[in-house]
């Protein structure tokens, strides 16, 4: 497979919670409004260190979306998703950007999110975007 070269962040990073490595920043969060199955999810303009998955057409709370789900490229956990398109005028802002799953991630303050037994079992998206 070959070696792994990673981006390194500087500041308050959100991290995978499996292997330590650098997904994003705080300055680009653009939403903590998100839902997913585990419970909260965070809206970022930018996302490092990840690969992408297959893009699909899934049914979230605010429509219809195509969207590729997102993996650590140190250990291959999914952390997330990308959505590529969307076909609701008012959901295009959320076009080329990426959800990271609260769950999935450790905080800047090395905290981990655990999942509340009232988490959303359903289709993931923002509840007021």
């Known amino acids: 497979m070959g070696r792994v070269f990673v981006v390194t962040l500087e500041g308050k990073i959100y991290s995978c919670k499996h292997c330590g490595t650098h997904l994003a920043l705080s300055d680009d969060i653009l939403s903590k409004s998100f839902h997913c199955r585990h419970g909260k999810a965070y809206l970022f303009n930018k996302v490092v260190n990840v690969t992408l998955g297959d893009k699909e057409e899934r049914m979230m709370m605010t429509g219809s979306h195509v969207v590729a789900d997102i993996f650590c490229v140190r250990c291959g956990s999914i952390v997330g998703w990308k959505y590529e398109s969307a076909h609701e005028k008012s959901q295009k802002y959320k076009e080329g950007k990426s959800v990271l ?8 303050d090395g905290s981990n999110y655990w999942v509340s037994h009232g988490a959303h079992i359903g289709g ?3 509840d007021d975007a």
């Open 101 to 108: 799953e609260r769950f999935k991630i450790s905080g800047p």
């Open 124 to 126: 993931s998206d923002a």
